[in-house]
């Protein structure tokens, strides 16, 4: 009978290898899938006498050590969703699924009716929570507030500008009202506490005080004035001077660059403003009169439009004002054996004893993959690879069952005696 034996270790070896092959190839189009080896063994009986001889011994068939999944990088193929991430490296996501820690590789996400980032099983992706823009430090499923985002009054305007230095200078005071006793005006659209837009012009006459006229330019000074409208002063426009820009021979601004505005009191009830106005960066050059860059600090309310994700986790959200706010960060955990996890199946596995404690970071930090947002990583299944495998396997049982099959023709043999 142990021949008989030998060769039922061998059909049920080849089934397992059989099925493992299968279960590879029915998962060749699944995310974030690993694919499995089936690794065996031979098999010998144990003498039971310390004189049972130790050479000629014969073989009692095989058996299955591990089923091995192999946690080699898959492809990486890029999607239309920007919440699809791939990992691109070592690492897990890690999930809250029905309040169980699970760790996977899937990263098809999507956003609930609450906002929070989930997988196709409805488990919660984990990271660190964003608020105000800055992470908190705490771990906990990622949500994405649907919330617009809130305006924030306009309190500091860079302003960078050319004023061409073959302006004719002008005698008097500058009068907003008269554009004969300016050379040069721009506006800017800058924001009060309700987010209303609003319109501050800045005003720039060449004084003939200092300085000479013509295209020397040298040690040009400008006296600076603005208007702004929407205010409660008479006419609706509050208006006053930001002193004076001077400019060396090199047409490069020297001394006070800076100014300020109001305070404001605003029509629309908005809370009283004051905007500091900085010319840093100004020049006083033979070339029109022109703005070269122009920062504020304020903006009007925005609603939520896209969500973009770093190589490095970082999740931001997109308004329609154009601005954007950092609103979380997934993080990834690494294994010290990954072969020691638990297969759960939905592409979930569980930390055990034998794959060591979760250690978790920040994408890109050591022993970490990179993120890479709109791609999914493909399964790693080496189809033409395990196809010809699945050949051997079968070839491998068709044998087995061959052995038994003869075996079975010798006991009919000897039962013929």
């Known amino acids: 009978m142990g021949a008989l034996n030998t060769a039922l270790s061998g059909l049920a070896a080849a089934n397992i290898d059989l099925q493992v092959l299968g279960n590879n190839i029915s998962n060749a189009n699944t995310v974030g899938f690993k694919s499995s080896n089936a690794e065996f063994s031979d098999a010998y009986a144990a003498a039971m006498e ?3 001889p130790l050479n000629g011994q014969v073989g009692i068939g095989t058996q299955v050590m591990t089923v091995a999944q192999q946690f080699t990088q898959g492809n990486i193929q890029t999607t239309s969703n920007p919440l699809d991430v791939a990992i691109n490296g070592n690492g897990f996501f890690q999930f809250d699924y029905n309040g169980s820690t699970v760790y996977g590789r899937n990263g098809q996400f999507q956003l609930s009716s609450g906002g929070v980032i989930v997988d196709a099983n409805g ?35 860079g302003i960078s500008l050319n004023l061409d230095s073959t302006n004719t200078p002008i005698s008097g005071a500058l ?18 506490s309700l987010g209303t837009p609003q319109l501050l012009t800045t005003y720039y006459q060449l004084s003939p005080s200092t300085g000479s006229s013509g295209s020397s330019g040298i040690g ?35 001394g006070t660059t800076s100014g300020s505005v109001g305070p404001i009191s605003w029509a629309d009830g908005a ?23 122009n920062n504020s ?25 154009g601005k954007s706010q950092l609103m979380g960060q997934i993080s990834l955990t690494r294994f010290a054996n990954n072969n020691g996890l638990q297969n759960l199946g939905n592409n979930y596995w569980a930390a055990t004893y034998a794959s060591g404690q979760p250690l978790t970071g920040t994408p890109g930090s050591t022993n970490l993959g990179v993120l890479q947002s709109g791609a999914v990583e493909q399964s790693n299944v080496d189809l033409s690879n395990d196809l010809v495998k699945l050949i051997v396997a079968q070839q491998a049982y068709q044998a087995n069952a061959q052995t038994i099959k003869t075996q079975n023709t010798v006991v009919q043999t000897l039962l013929s005696l």
Do not use: E
Request: hydrophobic share 30%.
């Open 50 to 52: 310390n004189n049972a």
């Open 123 to 157: 488990g919660q992706l984990i990271g660190m929570q964003a608020q105000n823009g800055k992470l908190t430090g705490a771990s906990g499923p990622l949500v994405i507030s649907q919330n617009a985002l809130a305006p924030q009054a306009t309190s500091g305007l």
């Open 175 to 192: 009068n907003i009202n008269d554009p004969s006793t300016y050379n040069y005006s721009t506006t800017t659209t800058i924001y009060d």
């Open 220 to 254: 040009q000074v400008w006296n600076v004035a603005y208007s702004v409208a929407g205010t409660t002063a008479s006419g609706g426009v509050s208006s006053g001077s930001l002193g004076t820009l001077v400019f060396n021979a090199n047409g490069t601004a020297i």
């Open 271 to 293: 809370a009283p403003s004051t905007i500091s106005v900085n010319y840093s960066g100004s020049t006083n050059y033979d070339s029109p009169n022109a703005v070269i860059s």
């Open 297 to 321: 600090n304020g903006y009007g309310p925005g609603q939520l439009s896209g969500l973009s994700i770093d190589s490095g986790g970082n999740i931001f959200a997109r308004y329609s004002n």
